[in-house]
């Protein structure tokens, strides 16, 4: 749930971002941070170009542990089902990826003004 007056993202609203930037296979390294400051080398494509400013926290197991940081970055997306809905990023390239995984994950949540 997002503060009020603000909301998570839907896959929708994602998917437009990501067109709006050239499509999957671009729009990941203009959400990316540019540079290796925090991403691991390569960080292909990391331009910023959206001002965006992602940056690698990796996520939270359910066991608890902390894993991938530098190395890629999942935002939540709203679900009805057991697992969640998630946009992916990664260093070694430059795509924008969907997944799905447990609910229990500790995923990153960038929420928009209303």
Known sequence: MAPYGWHVPSDKEWGLLTNYLGGGWVAGGKLKEAGTNHWNIPNVGGTNESGFTALPGGCRGIEGFFYGYGDN??????????????????????????????????????????
């Open 73 to 114: 970055s999942s935002w939540w997306q709203p679900s009805d089902t057991t697992n969640i809905l998630c946009l992916f990023l990664s260093f070694s390239d430059n795509y924008v990826r969907w997944s799905s995984n447990n609910k229990e994950l500790g995923i990153f949540v960038r929420c928009i003004k209303d």
